[in-house]
């Protein structure tokens, strides 16, 4: 039995059919710029947070403290 493989393409769109137009640059969505802006101040506010841990934790072992 043989069994022939041949070449086939395949077209790929890159517009995605669930979206029926662009969205309005004038017009953000709030929740998600909202979400995007919240989660950096969280970020940085935890990273200040175990900054402001590792400098107590390295002054206690030296005895600077």
Do not use: C
Not at 23 to 33: E, F
């Amino acid at each position: 039995m043989q069994i022939m493989l041949g070449v086939h393409y395949i077209l790929v769109f890159s517009r995605n059919s669930f979206i029926a137009s662009k969205p309005d640059p004038s017009k953000p969505n709030m929740l998600r710029v909202g979400l995007a802006f919240g989660s950096t101040a969280v970020l940085w506010a935890l990273l200040f947070k175990q900054h402001r841990t590792d400098v107590h934790e390295y002054k206690t072992r030296n005895g600077l403290e």
